[in-house]
């Protein structure tokens, strides 16, 4: 919405400006009005360190895609969360700690860290609100990122809610979400297993075109997340079956 309200206006500015015009609007003239996508790179300059994984977000404006950082220093056990969040964002993110936590033997993570360290963990834009339990898998992940000192796949987006046990459940505005996902250039987004029905709503061209994880449990996340052999199987045998949707 943003993007055509941009188009809508450069338009204007040349029609009141006398500018000739084309009967119609071409890829071309939107490339031309909207310049370059800045989406993909700023994903990959971003996740090219431990600690950040990229969410997926609903907005009153459609979807968006939205970085979470992570990073740790000497300390005694502290936990803060900043980026303008509310209560239920930030009651996710304890969540999110405490079950990295509980899992750090099978994630190869010193436990013995937790007791050495201070943890902030950050969402950008903090001028805007953000509130919600849908970024649970993305704080989890950027989480295991940084305590793991592994990297996330650039090409993943997620979104999801996370209990305590590791189950992931289903969010709302999964076909903006996606959306968003899309035009960002990701290749591939976890989904809640139970959002499935939510992909018929998409473009068919988008869902050939991207990769559907749909996942159950945060261990799955984060084996897309971090390259293991299994995680890529199952998001190629996803992709594959919501291509023939």
Known sequence: ERQ?????????????EGTPQQPRLTPDLVAQYLGKPIYFSEVAERTQIPG????????SAGGDILFIEATKMKGERGFVVTGHVGDVM????????????SKAKDL????????K????????????????????????????????EVPVNPELGMTGEITLRGQVLPVGGIKEKVL????????????????????????EDVRNEMQFILVDRVEQVFEAAFGNSEGKKGAKKQDKQRGQA
């Open 90 to 101: 930030r009651e996710s993110s304890q969540a999110a700690l405490s079950y990295v936590r």
């Open 108 to 115: 190869d993570i010193d436990e013995d860290l937790f007791g």
């Open 4 to 16: 055509i309200g941009r188009v809508c206006r450069k338009l204007a500015t040349r029609i009141a």
């Open 117 to 148: 360290l201070d943890i902030h963990l950050h969402i950008p834009r903090g001028a805007i609100p953000k509130d919600g339990p849908s970024a649970g898998v993305t704080m989890a992940t950027a989480l295991a990122s940084l305590l793991k």
């Open 180 to 203: 968003a996902a899309h035009r960002a250039g990701l290749k591939a987004v976890c989904l809640p297993r139970h959002n499935d029905r939510d992909l018929e709503e998409l473009p």
């Open 52 to 59: 950040v994984a990229t969410g997926l977000a609903w907005t």
